[in-house]
Nanobody, 127 residues
Framework: QVQLVESGGGLVQAADSLRLSCTASGLAFTDYAMAWFRQTPGKERELVAAISWGGGIVNYADSVQGRFTISRDNSKSAVYLRMDSLKPEDTAVYYC????????????????????WGQGTQVTVSS
């Protein structure tokens, strides 16, 4: 049984930092690109960042480029999202996801491409 478990969300002020973590079990972690998505009420789940199986390729949404950093530790089956200079518009539920097809390129953008999902962690940024 595949499980992705996120942690690290919370309530912070604008300009603060947070680090999200996602630990995977039940899958061959290095067979998957990993990604972080976020979603707010009434909106479609959007890609925040993605990373290839080896960590050599990363992709970011324009809205977080230069502020967020995705990384992974394959020895721990974990993926991380470091979020700096947080803004109120970053408020959302953040989800960890895994995709087999884009494991080499981390190029899958749409949420329907991802096979496995975590339960989500809330990030709230106050102004």
């Amino acid at each position: 049984q595949v499980q992705l478990v996120e942690s690290g969300g919370g309530l912070v002020q604008a300009a603060d930092s947070l680090r999200l973590s996602c630990t995977a079990s039940g899958l061959a972690f290095t067979d998957y690109a990993m990604a972080w998505f976020r979603q707010t009420p009434g909106k479609e789940r959007e890609l925040v960042a993605a990373i290839s199986w080896g960590g050599g390729i990363v992709n970011y949404a324009d809205s977080v480029q230069g502020r967020f950093t995705i990384s992974r530790d394959n020895s721990k089956s974990a993926v991380y999202l470091r979020m700096d200079s947080l803004k109120p518009e970053d408020t959302a539920v953040y989800y960890c996801a895994a995709d087999f097809s884009s494991r080499e390129t981390a190029s899958a953008i749409h949420y329907t491409s991802y096979h496995y999902w975590g339960q989500g962690t809330q990030v709230t940024v106050s102004s």
